[in-house]
C-alpha cells in the first residue's frame, strides 16, 4: 500500500490554485512568451506556475518551449 499512501499525500499536497494539464496547455505559450521577454510570469498566471512545479511532465514540454523561443531567430 506504500504506492497508493504516497499517491494520496502527494493528492492532498496538491496547491488549489493547480489548474490541471488541460489548461495549463492551453496558455503555456503565453506564460513561455512571458518567461522569455523577462516578465515575472508566475506573477501573471500563478495556478500555471502551480501546476508547473507540481507536473513533471508539463514542466519538461514548458522548458522545450522555453528553448525554443529562445533560439528562434529575431
Not at 41 to 55: K, T
Not at 56 to 74: F, I, M, T
Amino acid at each position: 500500500m506504500t504506492g497508493w499512501r504516497e499517491g494520496l499525500e502527494r493528492f492532498l499536497a496538491t496547491d488549489p490554485r493547480d489548474v490541471g494539464c488541460d489548461e495549463a496547455m492551453g496558455v503555456l505559450h503565453l506564460y513561455v512568451e512571458l518567461l522569455a521577454s523577462g516578465v515575472d510570469a508566475a506573477a501573471h498566471y500563478p495556478g500555471l506556475a502551480s501546476h508547473l512545479a507540481a507536473c513533471g511532465p508539463c514542466a519538461e514540454d514548458a522548458d522545450g518551449l522555453l528553448a525554443a523561443v529562445r533560439d528562434r531567430p529575431n
